[in-house]
Structures are given as structure tokens and as C-alpha cells.
């Protein structure tokens, strides 16, 4: 334990509701590293990325939702909120993925007034496309479970997890991440995840907390007998200890997963170089966190 006193814990969580499926138990797996580990790591990582990425990242356009309007859901400015989605394919046709952005918070009217004015509270100030790399690559080299399900980023503008609600008429604020959330999961129900035969609610960082925060009502959207999961990928911020404490009950279910690793990274699932780097973060001898906790 002495390698956590101190620090943040990064928490990977999956939250398993099986339904009718098979389930089999997911396995506990405590990885504990120091920052040292993280530095070296990185160096490595840049001289082995190329051997394992093939050819260019897949770039995905981003879609606005028309409809978010009637329904209040808007960006911190009043603006469209949006999505990037890659179409699935062959066995994935009818599997979704759906990764919440993160960026931290807004937390006083001031700073999220000046976060209106970035891409994290205005679709105006958003990327038009986003390379889709680690979970959301197309590339069954970077991405072997998922390469070929529909991949979705649900892109993070109401500065609260996707889950505020409220209205600053003074300084022109729209809190409204609960309706931005719904707004998109409506909006891909339509277009053909409500065909969907499994689904993974995922989330990094803001966008993890947002993934716990929201699992329940994901699962809800789906029969009971199609399988739905959660993963929250560094979503507790929490001392180390008191941490390990508070996610012992909830490891002990057969519905969940908790994979722990400190300071090894701050978000893996969408980095490239976390997501390769050959000596993260393993359960067995699963070299890939997700193929070790999902399948
Ligand atoms: C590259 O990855 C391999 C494992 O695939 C590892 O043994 C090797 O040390 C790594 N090389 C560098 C320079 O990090
Ligand atoms: C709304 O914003 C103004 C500053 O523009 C502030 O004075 C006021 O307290 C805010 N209202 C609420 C309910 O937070
Ligand atoms: C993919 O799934 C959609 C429904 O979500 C269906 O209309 C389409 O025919 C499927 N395509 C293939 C190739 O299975």
C-alpha cells in the first residue's frame, strides 16, 4: 500500500448487468505502480507505438443534434450539443459503444463562463472531426474487441458529467448535461442502436464519473435480455484509502468488475500510447484491459 499513500487512484470500473445472457464472474485485478513507472513507461510507449498502429487514425466527423433544441438541450452557451460516429460493421452491426468525453468541471459562474468560449461549453468551438484511436479505432490490431461495433463520442459541453440541469438567466448559462444525454441517447435509439444486440456505456476522467452516474438509465434504454455494461476508465477521485474502502462492497457483487491501477496513466481508453503501451496494466493474461474485464 505504500506506493498509494498520497496519490490519486485511477479506477477502471465495469458495472455488468447481464440480463439473459451468460455471465461469467468478472475477475479482481489490484495493479498498484509509482510514478516512476509512469515516466519510463512513457518512453517506451513512443518508441513501440509504430509497430503497433497501422497505417492513419480513422478521423470522424461530428454531428449535431437538430432536435436537442425543442427539448433544452444545449451546450453551456445555448449551442447544439453533438457526437462523432463510426458505423459498425460485419459482427458488430448491431453492437454500440458509447464513450463519454471528459475535461473536468465547471464549478463557479465565472469559470464556466469562460469555458463557453471553448470547445467543453460550445459545439461552436468544437473539432469538426476526431482522430477515433484506443477504444474507438476501426483497426482490429489497436482494437480487437470493439474494431467493428458502432462508436460513438458523445462529446462533453455542459461542463457537469452530463448531468446538470438548470439555467443562469443573468449570465446566459445552460446547465443542462441530463438533457444533452438524453437528447443523444434519443437520437441514436433512432438511428439504429435500438437494435442494438449488446452495449458498453463508457466514460474517461469527467466523462467516467458521467458513466456511473448514468448506467443505470443506459441499461433501462435496452431489454433485460441484451447484455449492457459500464466503464467508468478514471472516474473516482477519491484519497487511495478511503477509495479501496468504498469500492469493497460493490467488488464483491458477480455483476462487477474493479480494476485498479495507480498512477499508471490518467485515463487510458482513448490514448494511444496508454492503450499500447506493452507492459500496462494486465488481468491474467489478457494484454488489453478490455478484452480482460468486458469479454
Ligand atoms: C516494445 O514492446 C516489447 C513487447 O512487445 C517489449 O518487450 C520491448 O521492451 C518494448 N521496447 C521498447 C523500446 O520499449
Ligand atoms: C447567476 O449569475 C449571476 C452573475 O452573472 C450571479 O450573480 C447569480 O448569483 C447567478 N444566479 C444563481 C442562481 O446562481
Ligand atoms: C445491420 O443492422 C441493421 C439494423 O441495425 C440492419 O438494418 C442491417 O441490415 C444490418 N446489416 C448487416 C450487414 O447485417
Known amino acids: 500500500m505504500n506506493e498509494v499513500r498520497g496519490a490519486l487512484v485511477f479506477l477502471v470500473v465495469v458495472v455488468g448487468s447481464s440480463g439473459g445472457a451468460k455471465s461469467s464472474p468478472v475477475r479482481l485485478g489490484v495493479v ?45 452557451d445555448g449551442s447544439l450539443p ?12 448491431n453492437s454500440w459503444l458509447i464513450q463519454l468525453e471528459g475535461g473536468g468541471w465547471c464549478n463557479t459562474i465565472q469559470n464556466c463562463v469562460s469555458r463557453k468560449n471553448t470547445r467543453l461549453g460550445s459545439s461552436k468551438y468544437m473539432e469538426k472531426a476526431l482522430p477515433f484511436v484506443g477504444i474507438l479505432s476501426d483497426k482490429p490490431d489497436e482494437n480487437p474487441d470493439l474494431y467493428n461495433w458502432n462508436r460513438v463520442k458523445l462529446r462533453y459541453c455542459d461542463g457537469a458529467s452530463f448531468s446538470g440541469e438548470g439555467h443562469n438567466e443573468t449570465s446566459q448559462l445552460y446547465f443542462r448535461g441530463k438533457r444533452i444525454w438524453l437528447a443523444g441517447m434519443e437520437d441514436l435509439m433512432a438511428k439504429g442502436m435500438h437494435n442494438a444486440d449488446q452495449a458498453l456505456l463508457s466514460g474517461q476522467s469527467a466523462g467516467a464519473l458521467a ?36 469500492v469493497d462492497g460493490f467488488s464483491k457483487s458477480k455483476k462487477n468488475g474493479v480494476f485498479i491501477n495507480s498512477c499508471f496513466a490518467h485515463v487510458q481508453t482513448e490514448r494511444k500510447g496508454m492503450w499500447f503501451a506493452y507492459d500496462s496494466p494486465m488481468i491474467g493474461d489478457k494484454l488489453q484491459l478490455l478484452s480482460a474485464v468486458l469479454l
Not at 56 to 69: C, E, F, H, Q
Not at 82 to 93: E, I, T
Open 82 to 93: 453533438g457526437y462523432h460516429l463510426h458505423p459498425g460493421f460485419g459482427s458488430g452491426n
Open 211 to 246: 458513466s456511473m452516474l448514468r448506467c443505470d438509465e443506459f441499461r433501462q434504454l435496452f431489454p433485460a435480455t441484451i447484455r449492457v455494461k459500464c466503464l467508468s476508465d478514471a472516474g473516482l477521485f477519491l484519497d487511495a484509502s478511503q477509495m479501496l474502502d468504498a
Open 32 to 76: 498498484l505502480r509509482d510514478e516512476y513507472d509512469l515516466l519510463s513507461t512513457a518512453t517506451a510507449i513512443t518508441r513501440n507505438l509504430s509497430r503497433r498502429s497501422s497505417g492513419l487514425d480513422l478521423m470522424v466527423g461530428l454531428t449535431l443534434i437538430p432536435s436537442a433544441v425543442p427539448k433544452g438541450a444545449v451546450c453551456l
